[in-house]
């Protein structure tokens, strides 16, 4: 299959001019009822004004998915074998380094930081340009961080829940700093100052192979498991991204049912349900 | 009359406060306590998903027959199941919470039984402990993947009444069992214009598919 640049930019106008027509079509969630409070308290905490419009364009990525990625990610699991799907999912963690170090640092998080640089020098040179996660074995483990992340350390709220056309589940903080990470990306940096736009394109699109591929169990057993695919995945996204956010410090105070008497039986969550769920968010890795 | 009274506080003083002191011991002892039984349970819990769900050739069907013994003897399913139905749980006839009750069991049972076997062979290490709120305990653990990648990260908040210790929730890499099916029951509530009998709807059709399918 050839890439023309051409096409792509015509593909991609067409992408926003439905986009944008479903967005108009779609409108917006219906208010609740304002004299019903407990309505507008889960209207609020649902966090998801334009959800007909999410909805749609959720329903087109699924499409998009089923008719391509799912297809050549499915290939890829069941005929590549593991050790070169774990090569890949190696070299493409280590492209990823020092827009996690930057990261790190805009966190203020300098031993994190530091671990990056330590995993960044020793998987390029010894692990053969990150082929080879060798920084692992050696003890020193991989995390992620995004600027989305960093933000939301800056205390910046996530907003409300969006959908984002190919890259799924966000909001305006997320996509904010899926922007800021492509931007400030050295590799991509030297892919458009050399002309080289196809190794953007390559690595994004095996980037996208590999973790559909990765995730393909857990979402197959979701779509299958749940009554509402899309409410599902919105609250999962939510609670990863809060969980991904506190580096995985928070997630046991979420609130939780309790044996016996009390806050559950009224269906009302402990007061800190509002904070730490509204933070709550899957995310695809 | 009021010599009456007078009298039985008297003789009923005394008993109270014996009853109240009786069980209760050093606080700290008994937190303790309840850690380390949390932690013995969730052991067993997995040794014996171990050897009733991971034996070769066991029918599906019997499966989830050993799996519902499993989930109702080790889950707090009637807490669970309330606090996933929230504040509609007040909205629903005895009738609806009974129906309701039943085929959340049912749609745990059928949806978890296959991912609880893919995993029940697999080590699970405790790496903590932390004591919660009322009588709540979270047992921190990692368990391995079945293509051994990087262990998975799930913590059980399991919960404590005199004798009784039952599992309230779940938590898969800071993603809440009990918070997303919540958030997936609500909105299947809220598009059937608030009735709980459009969710029961949606529940006995999805059970059902779900008994049916072939497990994967």
Redesign the interface.
């Known amino acids: 299959m050839s890439w023309h640049p051409a096409h792509g930019r015509h593909v991609r106008v067409s992408t926003l001019v439905l986009v944008v027509f479903l967005v108009l079509a779609g409108g917006c969630a219906t208010m609740p009822d304002p004299g019903d409070p ?2 507008v308290a ?1 209207f609020n905490k ?1 966090n998801d004004p334009a959800e007909p419009a999410n909805r749609a364009i959720f329903e087109l990525n699924r499409g998009l998915d089923t008719a391509f990625l799912k297809p050549v990610a499915t290939f890829y699991r069941d005929v590549i074998p ?1 050790f070169f799907q774990d090569r890949i999912n190696d070299a493409l963690d280590n492209l990823r380094a020092p827009v996690i170090f930057l990261n790190d640092i805009l966190q203020g998080e300098l031993d994190r930081a530091l671990a990056t640089a330590a995993r960044f020098m020793v998987n390029s040179t010894i692990g053969i340009l990150g082929v080879i996660d060798i920084a692992t074995e050696m003890g020193l483990e991989g995390h992620d961080e995004d600027f989305g992340q960093t933000l939301a350390v800056w205390g910046m709220p996530e907003g409300p829940y969006v959908v984002l056309p190919l890259f799924g589940p966000s909001n305006p903080r997320d996509t904010i700093g899926i922007v800021v990470d492509f931007l400030v990306d050295p590799f991509n940096l030297w892919a458009s100052n050399s002309n080289r736009d196809f190794a953007v394109f390559a690595r994004t699109g095996s980037r996208a192979v590999d973790l559909r591929a ?1 995730h393909m169990e857990a979402l ?2 979701l779509e ?5 695919y ?3 995945l ?3 996204y939510r ?2 991204r ?3 956010i506190s580096n ?1 410090k ?3 105070n ?7 008497q009390a806050p ?6 402990p007061p800190s349900d509002g904070i730490k ?1 509204s933070e ?1 968010t ?1 995310r695809i890795r | 009359m009021l010599n009456r009274r007078r009298f039985l506080a008297v003789l009923l003083g005394p008993a109270f406060i014996l009853v109240l002191a009786l069980p209760l011991p050093p606080g700290g002892a008994f937190a303790a306590g309840l850690e380390v039984r949390a932690e013995a349970f969730i052991q067993s819990m997995a040794q014996e998903a171990l050897e009733s769900l991971t034996q070769q050739g066991t029918s599906r069907e019997e499966r989830i027959k050993r799996f519902r013994k499993m989930f109702n003897a080790h889950f ?1 399913v009637r ?2 199941g ?9 909205k629903a006839s005895k009738d609806e919470q009974a129906e309701y009750l039943s085929l959340f069991e049912d ?1 745990m049972v ?2 978890y039984v ?2 609880f076997q893919r995993y029940a062979g697999k080590n699970l290490n405790i790496l903590k402990t ?1 004591a ?1 709120k ?3 305990v ?1 047992v ?1 653990t990692e368990i391995a993947r079945p ?1 051994g ?1 990087r262990p998975v ?1 799930v ?1 059980w ?1 399991v ?3 005199g004798e ?1 210790i ?1 599992i ?2 779940v ?1 898969v ?4 069992m ?3 099916l ?7 509530i ?2 059937k214009g ?1 009735r709980v009998s459009g ?1 029961l709807e ?2 006995r059709v ?1 059970t059902a598919s ?1 008994k049916a ?1 072939a497990g ?1």
């Open positions: 407990e309505a889960e649902v593991q990765i197959d057993s299958k498991t749940s009554l509402d899309y409410a599902t919105r609250s999962l609670q990863r809060a969980d991904e995985g928070g997630s046991a979420l609130p939780a049912p309790g044996l016996g559950i039986d009224d269906g009302q969550p769920t709550k899957l | 707090a807490s669970i309330k606090f996933v139905l929230g504040r509609y749980w007040r749609l059928t949806s296959d991912r932390r919660e009322g009588s709540a979270t921190f293509d990648a990260q913590l908040r919960g404590a009444r009784i039952k309230l929730d938590v890499e800071g993603a809440s009990s918070q997303t919540r958030s997936d029951f609500g909105s299947i809220r598009q608030g969710l949606e529940l999805k779900l399918d994967n």
